[in-house]
């Protein structure tokens, strides 16, 4: 049960980040600072942010 990169866009302004889908931290767009994901002991929950693809 590994962990995978995922490719995600953010809701508020569009851009698309690569996370890792088993983040242990609160991560925020690059762009307009808002939080795209939250941890949540295993895989992050995806708050404003949308999947567009897991990666191998």
Same mark, same amino acid.
């Given at each position: 049960?590994?962990?995978?990169?995922?490719?995600?866009?953010c809701?508020?302004?569009?851009?698309? +980040? /690569?996370?890792?889908?088993?983040? #242990? %931290?609160?991560? &925020?767009? +690059? /762009?307009?600072?808002?939080?795209? #994901? %939250?941890?949540? &002991?295993?895989?992050?929950?995806?708050?404003?942010? #949308?999947?567009?693809?897991?990666?191998?």
């Amino acid at each position: 049960m590994s962990g995978k990169f995922i490719k995600v866009t953010c809701k508020d302004c569009g851009s698309e +980040s /690569v996370i890792y889908s088993r983040a #242990t %931290t609160v991560i &925020g767009c +690059s /762009v307009c600072g808002a939080i795209l #994901t %939250t941890p949540s &002991g295993g895989k992050a929950n995806l708050v404003g942010c #949308t999947l567009l693809e897991a990666m191998e």
